[in-house]
């Protein structure tokens, strides 16, 4: 017999067994010897049961999540002698580790020839990938030491119970009784934040403020919204003897970009959320872009689909919000009577959500102007279905998705655009509905 990858033997029972019971445990499995030595040669135990105790106790105080259910303890007679051999199985919940050590490299081994060594940040990332899938929020959080206070006191002032039983329906404790990272995003020790920046005039050359929040995802919310509305001044206009009072931004519209900002972002970058206040204008930046499947006019319409649903539904249950997909509509109808218009901006890896002041009164930044920057893509996709409608006689919504290479949705967004225009009417109901031009 020879030590080896699912082989290691001990001439009597250390406190370092557990080192290797870990990495068995993340690795392939395998088997202690306790009473053979380094070299093979068979000592033998005395009190077998004695061992095994401290074997099976060591399991269970000393590694966490509960690998109990895949080691077996038991005695073999090897040359005469009595051994014990304790067979621990390749787990299901990887990774595990060593309960005063965490979810790090000092608390999690790897078994590599004929030792356990520390495992990398990549092969823990591997291993929880493995095991939790590709959700972040459902993957299990690298800290296990979270503390909830702020999201306690949440829960409390909504009259809403926050004990082991909720955290689990919500998804903050994992099936496997480890916290997720959605316990992460909520507990006072979350590792995402809030950059918040004032500056001078248009243009990010003068600095005036700048803030960085963290904790909680509830309590960044709460002083997010608090630092922006110490900058919402209040304009004063009278119309004969009544007063009316018309704030730089739209409260509404600002607690909808915010909130957007913190829901739909992509928490597996370690990058944080931007904010920047201006002279005429806020912008929101959020990362992670559009959600597979989506396009830009898809969520202009209201279409949601939410990267974090389980965050979102902890703010719905928190009635900070009423409704999936309704975030972008309330922005556009706080400026509903207003000559400048919200403006939003997708990338690969972000979202941009500019809000402009309503009471500015110097020259703007272009891109906050009343004609939003995609108004000349708008133009020559309504000039290429009335062209194809002229020459067809009239077109369907299907001949749109096909002309413009666009989504269902994109297709009926457009259309409705040119009807209300004026530029097409329609002809017909259901399925023969087709829409022509106007003579």
């Given at each position: ?5 699912t ?7 250390v406190?370092?067994?557990k080192?290797?019971?870990v ?5 392939d499995?395998?088997?202690i010897?306790?009473?053979i ?7 033998g135990?005395?009190d077998t ?7 099976t106790?060591?399991i ?8 109990t ?9 090897i ?5 014990v051999v304790?067979t621990v ?10 309960a005063?050590k ?8 790897l ?17 929880i990938k ?6 972040y929020?459902?993957?299990?959080s ?9 999201a306690?006191?949440y829960?409390?002032?909504?009259e809403?119970?926050?004990g ?6 919500l ?7 480890m ?30 403020d700048?803030?960085?929040?963290g904790?909680s ?9 608090a ?14 003897l ?18 957007n900002a ?7 970058f370690s ?7 201006f ?6 930046v ?9 396009t ?12 974090n ?14 409704a999936y997909?309704?975030?972008i ?11 400048v218009?919200p403006?939003?901006?997708v990338?690969?890896n972000a ?12 020259e703007r930044?272009?891109t906050t102007?009343?004609?939003p920057?995609?108004?000349k893509?708008?133009a020559q ?5 009335l062209?194809?409608a ?6 369907t ?17 457009v ?10 009417v329609?002809?017909?109901?259901g399925?023969q ?5 106007v003579?």
């Open positions: 017999m020879m030590e080896g990858k082989t290691e033997f001990k001439r009597e029972y406190e370092d067994i080192y290797t019971a990495a068995f445990a993340n690795t499995g395998g088997k010897y306790i009473g030595n380094d070299d093979g040669s068979v000592q135990v005395g049961d004695a061992v095994m105790l401290r074997v106790n060591m269970r105080d000393t590694i966490r999540p509960d690998v259910m895949f080691t077996e303890c038991g005695v073999e007679t040359d005469g002698r009595s051994v304790l199985q390749r787990g299901t919940a990887r990774p595990y580790y060593l005063g965490g979810i790090r490299p000092e608390g999690v081994y078994r590599q020839g004929a030792s356990s060594v520390p495992a990398s940040e990549t092969a823990i990332l591997n291993m493995e095991t939790s899938g590709d959700c929020e459902d993957a299990r690298l800290n296990q030491q979270l503390t909830f206070r702020k306690e006191d829960f409390a002032r909504h809403l119970p926050f082991e039983s909720q955290k689990r329906t998804g903050i404790i994992g099936e496997d009784g916290y997720t990272n959605l316990g992460l995003l909520l507990s006072d020790e979350c590792v995402h934040t809030i950059k918040l920046a004032v500056f001078e005039g248009s243009k990010k050359t003068t600095f005036r700048r803030r960085e929040l904790g995802l509830l309590e960044q919310l709460e002083d997010a919204y630092y922006i509305d110490q900058f919402n001044r209040t304009r004063a206009e009278f119309a004969g009544d007063r009316i009072d018309k704030r730089d931004y739209p409260p509404e519209a600002v607690r909808e970009a915010l909130l913190i829901t739909h972002r992509d928490y597996s990058g944080s959320t931007l904010i920047s206040i002279d005429d204008r806020i912008e929101f959020t990362i992670g872009g559009l959600v597979r499947g989506l830009f006019d898809d969520i202009m319409l209201g279409v949601s689909a939410l990267r649903k389980k965050l979102a539904n902890v703010f719905y249950r928190l009635r900070l919000i009423e997909g309704t975030g509509l309330r922005i556009n109808e706080c400026y509903a009577d207003s000559e218009k403006l939003f901006e990338t690969d979202f941009k959500i500019t809000l402009p002041n309503r009471n500015f009164t110097g930044k272009e102007s009343a004609v920057a995609r108004t893509d708008k996709r309504q000039d290429t279905i062209r194809l002229k020459k067809q006689g009239a077109v919504r299907k001949d749109v998705e096909a002309a413009l290479k666009v989504s269902q949705s994109s297709a009926i967004l259309l409705r655009e040119m009807v209300d225009k004026g530029l097409l329609k002809d017909g109901t399925k509905l087709k829409y022509r031009t003579e």
